[in-house]
């Protein structure tokens, strides 16, 4: 009888320790994409900024201000409960739109010139560094989290427990995987 209390006991911390392991590595991913939210919140932040210091030297350029606006008011939209998916489509969008900005800075040697464009172009570089960062990070998170899942004996316990592949964060056009190019 004693040996089967010290089995049940032994086999009962195994599980413990195997769903514990689980709900680890379910919260790192959380948390890594809470981190790419931080960066994206800075990233849509800025872009108000950016857009209006732009529009004081190229206000005939304002189909690709409102693009851009447009496609961050759409990012902002599609709040916190996207999929993973659905915001790198966003922020595909968005990137296309401040390359069209940075690209626009060519033909105005002025705005090229401007302390707040130049502040506003490394604050935007260095959050787009970060975020790259965090996407890796995240897709770290995600990949460790999925093997743990699918595992012998983990998955019998993630089948049982609810626990679901979560998605990369993958973004569609591969242009999209560099960082906006800041130039001076």
């Known amino acids: 009888m004693l040996i089967l209390i010290i089995v049940l006991v032994v086999l009962a911390l195994i599980v413990m320790s195997l769903y514990n392991g689980l709900v680890k590595n379910k919260v790192k991913v959380d948390n890594a994409w809470s981190d790419i939210a931080v960066y994206l919140k800075k990233r849509y932040d800025l872009?108000?900024?950016l857009v209006s210091t732009v529009k004081g030297y190229a206000a005939h350029e304002s189909q690709t201000l409102e693009r851009?606006?447009?496609?961050?008011?759409?990012a902002i939209n599609n709040g916190a409960n996207a999929s993973?998916?659905?915001?790198?489509?966003?922020?595909?969008?968005?990137?296309?739109?401040?390359?069209?900005?940075?690209?626009?800075?060519?033909?105005?040697?002025?705005?090229?010139a401007n302390t707040n464009f130049i502040e506003?172009?490394?604050?935007?570089?260095?959050?787009?560094s970060d975020l790259a960062s965090s996407r890796r990070y995240y897709n770290a998170t995600v990949r460790d989290y999925n093997t743990s899942i699918q595992t012998v004996p983990q998955v019998f316990l993630a089948n049982a427990f609810g626990f679901h592949e979560r998605e990369?964060?993958?973004?569609?056009?591969?242009a999209?995987?560099?960082?906006?190019?800041?130039?001076?």
Do not use: C, H, M
């Open 47 to 49: 872009i108000p900024n």
């Open 176 to 184: 999209e995987t560099k960082n906006v190019k800041v130039e001076f």
């Open 120 to 128: 506003l172009q490394n604050s935007l570089k260095d959050i787009e």
């Open 68 to 74: 851009v606006i447009a496609a961050r008011n759409q």
């Open 168 to 174: 990369f964060f993958e973004l569609e056009d591969q």
């Open 84 to 112: 993973v998916s659905d915001v790198a489509a966003s922020q595909a969008a968005i990137s296309t739109g401040l390359r069209s900005i940075f690209a626009l800075s060519e033909n105005y040697p002025d705005l090229k």
